[in-house]
């Protein structure tokens, strides 16, 4: 990959240039030290113009329908005006570490209207279905004018904490399945979401959706809402028949009504902010830890060790730890 200067990069962001956004969007991504040095000089170019996007967090268990539907929603958003940028995180593969699926292939609707710009991303085994650059990619997306970022997540049982870290509104979707509702859900979620949507309502599945949703409702009632500003109501909607897909898009609009005014919303991002830069000094520290000469000199040694069950994991990693201030 040829590298430009950061102004080069940045120029081209703001520009609204698909081709230079993509090309940053990988620079970022990239693990090559030299590539992050250009990319936070980009980043922090950049920063000024951002903030002013509708950031959107999309989960539900494979199946749902969470691709149906962003591509349905996205084509809405686009029709009322707005520029959509989606960032589908893919399971990544063990072989290869790319993407499994191709979500331009499964949003083909959406990928092809100018006003909308779908990246796909290997979550790269990250807890919580998210990339590990999706908070940088989210700032370049608004800096090059997209004003609604949607982050679609794996979804795969993981902490979805992360991407409720990361937006301003977190939806959840749901199916109405055999039994009971509640199944495969887990509490965590439901105290994350901002609103819940059970997806597929059509057709001889509208019935179960309805009463599904009535389960979801009575569940909700058992938790304590994030705010007490806000109960996260629970919606049925069709991707395919696209029933109920502007109303959540209007609990949403509600929603930024609600604390945009108060200021929590700016509070929310506040802390997200802080909370993403301990991460990345604690993913920082990890990566500093694993390149010391102490730590790579006696880390396949006590591997074996813990492997064998010789060396408990709570000595070894004090046997690591330790040795950078003893320095054997």
Not at 49 to 60: D, M, P, S
Not at 122 to 149: H, I, N, Q, Y
Not at 274 to 290: C, I, N, P, T
């Amino acid at each position: 990959m040829k590298l430009l200067s950061p102004d080069n990069y940045v120029a081209g962001v703001l520009a609204g240039d698909r081709r230079m956004l993509s090309k940053t969007i990988t620079l970022i991504e990239s693990a090559l030290p030299a590539h992050q040095a250009i990319a936070r000089q980009i980043l922090g170019l950049l920063l000024p113009k951002t903030g002013n996007a509708v950031r959107l967090g999309i989960t539900g268990v494979p199946g749902v329908g969470k691709s149906a539907f962003i591509e349905s929603f996205g084509v809405m958003l686009v029709g009322k005006g707005h520029r959509v940028a989606v960032l589908a995180v893919d399971p990544s593969s063990a072989r290869s570490g790319g993407s499994v699926m191709a979500d331009k292939t499964r949003m083909e609707r959406l990928s092809q209207r100018p006003e909308a710009y779908i990246r796909p991303s290997p979550s790269g085994g990250t807890l919580g279905g998210v990339a590990r650059k999706t908070r940088e990619t989210m700032l370049v997306c608004e800096a090059a004018g997209f004003d609604v970022v949607i982050v679609e997540t794996v979804g795969v049982g993981q902490s979805e904490t992360t991407v409720a870290s990361m937006v301003d509104f977190f939806l959840v979707l749901l199916l109405a399945g055999a039994g009971d509702e509640l199944q495969g859900i887990k509490k965590g979620i439901l105290e994350l979401a901002d609103a819940l949507a059970v997806n597929k309502a059509d057709g001889d599945n509208r019935v179960r959706a309805e009463r599904a949703a009535k389960v979801y409702e009575l569940a909700l009632h058992l938790l304590q809402p994030s705010s007490p500003q806000w109960s996260p109501p629970v919606l049925t909607c069709s991707a395919l028949e696209m029933n109920g897909v502007e109303a959540i898009w209007d609990t949403v609009l509600r929603h930024r009504a609600v604390f945009g005014p108060s200021g929590e919303l700016e509070e929310r991002r506040r802390q997200q902010a802080v909370a993403w830069m301990w991460s990345l000094v604690e993913e920082g520290l990890k990566d500093r830890f694993a390149r010391q000469p102490d730590v790579r000199r006696q880390l396949p040694r006590i591997l074996h060790e813990v492997e064998r069950g010789s060396l408990a994991p709570t000595a070894a990693a004090d046997r690591l730890l330790f040795s950078l201030d003893s320095g054997t």
